[in-house]
């Protein structure tokens, strides 16, 4: 018996169901895209579904998998597909999860191996339910993928933890190459889009991170539509820039169910240019800002420039000193 659409919705998002549909209109052109058709992107579906890896590519509906898969860059999401949270934005499962795959490390690292991947981008559903929210879990991934792709540069994207102690230490600990968390938008919509969250408790994490080993790269990302204004995305900016965040992404929000939070309104390209000037003159070392833009989109392009941005900015101020 097959599954309508409606009932696979439901089943995603069953605490959803009772909000009336909210339909968000026509997406504008600069905002379409083609439906995923290529030899590449077939043969990194096949790779992960056969180690029974997920992705946030898929799980969270990216529309960016496309092109990111045909050249064979995908995000992991670790500890399963199942989120113990029911944010407004997010298309990943809500539900209670089940118990941790321990061979999950082993068969991300092979894939990353086999992948030839310069940088990885791994990230994971809420995990509430467990002690630490699953922070020693990603150590053993990062770990992993130090031993079998030494080569490869380490990006994660990691929950909130709940506030749990020492989460944010184990994770530093294990030393990823850039450490991500997204405050996803403005304080005053957290009561709505984010209810299991607290933005001031993200804005720590991000602060501890870089209070507990500086040279890691730290980043955020916001998305817009939803509401905020622009006086609320440059507050914010400054509360990034005094955590001493590197790197800020902005990007649309797109609506994954007529269930979930309807989009408040498109912004336009130049609005996206005006976002990244601005950012760009509160200090951050890269800014990417565009509607299509995603916490993993081009990352491995955007580390090499992360990079290149602090060896510049260390030896302006070296020279500067003398």
């Known amino acids: 018996?097959?599954?309508?659409?409606?009932?696979a919705q439901a089943l995603r998002h069953p605490e959803k169901q009772k909000n009336p549909d909210r339909p968000s209109g026509r997406k504008p052109e600069w905002i379409r895209v083609k439906a995923p058709t290529s030899k590449g992107y077939q043969e990194t579906r096949d790779l992960a579904r056969g180690l029974k890896l997920h992705t946030v590519c898929e799980e969270a509906a990216c529309p960016?998998?496309?092109?990111?898969?045909?050249?064979?860059?995908?995000?992991?999401?670790?500890?399963?597909?199942?989120?113990?949270?029911?944010?407004?934005?997010?298309?990943?499962?809500?539900?209670?999860?089940?118990?941790?795959d321990p061979f999950e490390p082993e068969n991300l690292a092979m894939a990353v191996a086999d992948m030839q991947?310069?940088?990885?981008?791994?990230?994971?559903?809420?995990?509430?339910?467990?002690?630490?929210?699953g922070a020693t879990h990603f150590a053993r991934v990062i770990e992993a993928i130090r031993f079998k792709a030494p080569q490869t540069t380490i990006e994660i994207l990691t929950p909130d933890f709940r506030d749990k102690p020492g989460a944010v230490e184990?994770?530093?600990?294990?030393?990823?190459?850039?450490?991500?968390?997204?405050?996803?938008?403005?304080?005053?919509?957290?009561?709505?889009?984010?209810?299991g969250a607290r933005f001031y408790q993200s804005l720590r994490i991000l602060d501890r991170v870089k209070q507990?080993?500086?040279?890691i790269f730290t980043k955020s990302g916001?998305?817009?539509g939803l509401g905020e204004q622009r006086h609320e995305l440059g507050q914010v900016m400054d509360d990034l820039r005094v955590?001493?965040?590197?790197f800020l992404t902005i990007g649309q929000y797109l609506q994954p169910t007529l269930k979930h939070a309807p989009v408040d309104r498109f912004v336009t390209p130049d609005e996206f240019r005006d976002y990244a000037s601005m950012a760009r003159g509160k200090g951050f070392l890269l800014v990417a800002s565009t509607p299509l833009t995603r916490s993993s989109y081009h990352a491995d392009r955007d580390f090499e420039e992360l990079r290149a941005a602090r060896e510049k900015k260390l030896a302006t101020t070296a020279t500067a000193a003398e």
């Open 1 to 7: 018996m097959s599954t309508t659409r409606t009932e």
């Open 170 to 195: 184990i994770v530093v600990k294990a030393r990823p190459d850039v450490f991500n968390h997204n405050l996803e938008t403005v304080p005053r919509l957290y009561p709505t889009i984010r209810p």
């Open 212 to 215: 507990l080993d500086p040279t």
């Open 243 to 246: 955590a001493d965040v590197d």
């Open 117 to 133: 991947l310069k940088h990885v981008v791994i990230t994971s559903v809420d995990r509430d339910d467990l002690p630490d929210g």
């Open 64 to 100: 960016n998998i496309g092109e990111c898969w045909q050249k064979k860059h995908a995000s992991f999401m670790i500890m399963g597909d199942t989120c113990t949270r029911a944010c407004a934005f997010c298309n990943v499962k809500t539900g209670m999860p089940g118990a941790l």
């Open 222 to 224: 916001l998305m817009v």
